[in-house]
């Protein structure tokens, strides 16, 4: 196996070990949004606020608020050990469980300098790297049963979290905060194109370091927009959650129309990746496009483009991080916005099914 395919595999690993950290707080902050019915003031209150039944200045809470507020600080939990997660299980696919440490503390600091699911990503690898060089040294025997506990995880952290801070810090964050920037000037000109891009980046990788630029931008917005229920930032996000959940619902489709143009496997795969789809969880197309790039790649580019920019042009908005059709409820004109996911889905569809299409034919 290549090296560019091995670390295919271990971003991958850790993406589908963060993935159940993301269900988790964005279903709790949807619970925590749906519940409270106006979301104006509770989102800064913490779980203890909620079993007080007070605010920050010992005002009475409402009770759909105080319940909102409740399920909205549970969130926070999982929601703390995304970055962590996703760096922690790289570095794991990569040295097994010497990996583990210095993983998750590089997912850790990779938050705290501002390098996001990036910098995370470059963390693990260099994590991993560095464990497993650390776990192949001949060392005297005495010091053997000691190295995995105490040996390989100090010296593994230590080095791991310098590149970070030298490294990372300097090189990595600046191109996130660029790619923000510029997702964020593109808005101020056309919010359709901005959308069209939106779509071709949740699309590109599936859940990798493309793909997590564009969430990032989404949820900052989301966060910008604090108790707002209108505003740009929201209608961002909706773009880059609706563009995300074409890929395999796209996918799932065309397994069901030319079920002939897919291996018995892959339309096992179109069954999941309904539920996968629906839930917003983009890696759900990643089995498809592992086995044929050129073809699946580029048609789901295209429904995710076309998907984030109707949704930009209708201009839906949603108060939630993720949670897919969980979340329904939250979304500003839910009727566009299904459409909007619903025309993506049958352009993605097709395109699968025409460019499979002529690589039969030329195949024959």
Request: hydrophobic residues 55%.
């Amino acid at each position: 196996m290549s090296s560019g395919s091995n670390i295919r595999r271990y971003l991958m690993t850790g993406v589908s070990y963060m993935i159940p950290f993301v269900t988790a707080g964005g279903i709790l902050i949807a619970l925590g949004f749906m519940i409270s019915g106006d979301p104006t003031g509770f989102t800064g209150l913490g779980v203890q606020n909620a079993l007080d039944g007070t605010d920050a200045s010992g005002a009475s809470l409402d009770p759909r608020v105080r319940i909102g507020a409740f399920f909205f600080g549970l969130a926070m939990a999982p929601w703390g050990f995304l970055l962590p997660a996703l760096a922690g299980y790289i570095a794991y696919a990569i040295a097994d469980r010497p990996g583990l440490v210095p993983g998750f503390a590089a997912g850790a600091v990779a938050g705290s300098i501002g390098s996001g699911f990036l910098g995370a990503m470059v963390g693990g690898l260099v994590a991993g790297y560095i464990a497993n060089w650390i776990s192949t040294w001949n060392v005297p025997a005495a010091v053997r049963s000691i190295m995995p506990i105490v040996v390989n995880p100090l010296i593994s952290v230590i080095v791991t979290l310098a590149v970070m801070y030298f490294g990372v810090k300097n090189i990595v964050t600046p191109l996130n905060k660029g790619a923000n920037n510029w997702l964020q000037s593109l808005g101020g000109g056309s919010a359709i194109l901005l959308g069209v891009v939106i779509g071709l980046m949740m699309a590109f990788d599936m859940g990798g370091p493309v793909n997590k630029v564009a969430y990032t931008f989404g949820v900052a917005g989301l966060t910008a927009a604090g108790t707002s229920t209108t505003g740009a930032g929201l209608t961002h996000m909706a773009a880059v959650m609706a563009a995300g959940m074409t890929p395999p619902l796209g996918l799932a489709l065309a397994t069901v129309v030319r079920k002939s143009l897919f291996t018995d496997a892959e339309r096992e795969n179109g069954k999941a990746a309904w539920v996968l789809g629906a839930s917003f969880i983009t890696e759900g197309a990643i089995p498809f496009a592992a086995a044929d790039p050129a073809r699946v790649i580029p048609s789901i580019m295209v429904g995710s483009a076309v998907t984030g920019g109707l949704v930009e042009a209708f201009g839906n908005t949603l108060r939630a991080p993720h949670g897919g059709i969980a979340v329904f409820p939250l979304v500003g004109g839910v009727g566009t916005y299904v459409l909007a996911i619903v025309i993506g889905t049958v352009i993605t569809a097709a395109a699968v099914v025409v460019a499979k299409g002529i690589g039969a034919k030329a195949a024959a």
